[in-house]
């Protein structure tokens, strides 16, 4: 499992799809972070931010460079 489906199983407990909704990106691309073709954007990073502080969703940026 890597770091994207970790957080995404894990701290969000969401599905690709409720993943997408939150960042704002189709479920593919989701599907894509996971499998390591392609990296969020910044925009995609800040509303999963937001979604996390909204939800009182403890977050660490650490989680997405380790």
Avoid: H, K
């Avoid at 691309?29 to 931010?49: D, H, K, N, Y």
Wanted: charged letters at 25%; proline letters at 3%.
């Amino acid at each position: 499992m890597n770091r994207w489906q970790n957080l995404r199983t894990n701290v969000f407990r969401a599905s690709q799809v409720e993943m997408a909704r939150i960042a704002g990106v189709s479920q593919a691309t989701v599907s894509r972070w996971e499998g390591g073709t392609q990296t969020p954007l910044s925009t995609a990073l800040e509303r999963i931010r937001a979604y996390a502080r909204r939800r009182s969703i403890p977050w660490d940026d650490a989680w997405l460079f380790e």
